[in-house]
């Protein structure tokens, strides 16, 4: 009984807040998502990530162990979806990239915060960086045959990631006022994505749901596995192991939406797994964290 109250106080506040997002667009409120998500992506994540970063006292090596596991991660997770794709005779533009990449941002970050504390997020936003990275290459390439390198060189997040494994390294620290002006600006983050993601799904049209379902169940079943396998494998401690997991396993994340509109893919059935996969987070996720906690 502990546990499920633990897990609820986990999860409450992150689907709530997507809540007032879905209630605010009912009500016919204007919310500007793409505003938000520039400010997000560009100012306020990626501060959130340097901050994570440069504070976290987690050892510089697990942070790396934990990099390389998310690689292999994402590897296995690819292949795997790949043979489901080819099994279910898929469109690989549609539905390829939304199953391999999940919400690492929107709700993985929240969900390491609330569940793991400060260290759970410092390791968080490691396999965040490591999502986003390849979802820029070879998650386009997926999509449109032309994924760039260049942009990813130009996303402010990888550059904060960067600097911010840097500082870690070497044991330095901002001045104690910029230092709080940055933790400032990255604790927006969070919310905003939340409330996002909840303006994003009321906005969706999405279409038939009954592939959407099966595709959402074998992704989330899939995505523990490969996370739990590759985790073990590389010995990484009870919390890393448990931030891997519960990221890998988040569900299709909103942009593989915007992709598939952007170049040509069938937005439809895409939209249909972003709703259904992120519906069905609200079981799957708790029963996640009550295994991994």
Known sequence: MQLALTVLEITAPVFLLAAVGFAWVKLGYEYRVEFVTRFAMTLSVPCLIFTALMGTQVDAAALAALSLAALVAYGLVTVSMWVLVWAGRLDRRTFLAPLIFGNTGNLGLPLALFAFGDVGLG???????VMAILSFTFGIWLVADGGSLTKVIREPLVGATILGAIFLWQGWQTPKFLTNTLELIGQMAIPMMLITLGVAVARLKPGSFGLA???????????????????????????????????????????????????GADSDSVAGLVVVSTLMSVVTLPLILVFVI
């Open 123 to 129: 390791y968080a936003v490691v396999v965040f960086a």
């Open 213 to 263: 379902t099966v595709l959402s169940a074998l992704k989330a079943v899939l995505c523990v596995a490969c996370a739990a396998v590759t985790g073990l494998w590389f010995g990484l401690d009870s919390t890393a192991l448990a931030v891997l997991i519960v990221q890998i396993a988040t569900p299709v994340a909103v942009t593989s939406y915007l992709l598939a509109e952007k170049y």
